[in-house]
């Protein structure tokens, strides 16, 4: 599914404001001090862009595990990461968590197994 177009949205900055979160502009407000539809998106998309960034390492490691794994290749890793997720119906993000930590509890116990201090 394709994000709808951006629209162009004016901002000003107003001497002794703070910026907001991320670095961001002010977004000049309309007459009733609301700030427009198209601000709220952007805000929503900066949101959702911040997650995705922080989300990224987790999901490569647990795309890392499933081709150390199994021997698949990283497309197939990740097909099978979608797939676990929407037949599951849950995140993406916490289906990778789980794998990683899946992972992190095996070595563990195999270096447990081994008789190194753990």
Same mark, same amino acid.
């Given at each position: 599914?394709?994000? %709808?177009?951006?629209?162009?949205? $004016?901002?000003?900055?107003?001497? @002794?404001?703070?910026?907001? #979160?991320?670095? +961001?502009?002010? !977004?000049?407000?309309?007459?009733?001090?609301?700030?427009?539809?198209?601000?709220?998106?952007?805000?929503?998309?900066?949101?959702?862009?911040?997650?995705?960034?922080?989300?990224? %390492?987790?999901?490569?490691?647990? $795309?890392?595990?499933?081709?150390? @794994?199994?021997?698949?290749? #990283?497309?197939? +890793?990740?097909? !099978?990461?979608?797939?676990?997720?929407?037949?599951?119906?849950?995140?993406?993000?916490?289906?990778?968590?789980?794998?990683?930590?899946?992972?992190?509890?095996?070595?563990?116990?195999?270096?447990?197994?081994?008789?190194?201090?753990?």
């Amino acid at each position: 599914m394709r994000p %709808p177009p951006r629209q162009h949205v $004016r901002t000003e900055e107003r001497e @002794g404001d703070t910026p907001s #979160p991320g670095g +961001a502009p002010h !977004i000049a407000a309309d007459a009733d001090g609301h700030a427009p539809a198209a601000a709220e998106a952007l805000r929503r998309e900066n949101e959702q862009l911040r997650h995705a960034v922080e989300s990224r %390492p987790v999901i490569d490691m647990a $795309r890392g595990v499933l081709i150390a @794994g199994f021997g698949c290749r #990283p497309e197939e +890793a990740w097909e !099978i990461l979608v797939a676990v997720s929407q037949h599951a119906n849950v995140k993406l993000r916490t289906v990778a968590d789980a794998v990683a930590a899946a992972a992190a509890v095996q070595a563990w116990q195999a270096t447990r197994e081994n008789g190194a201090p753990g």
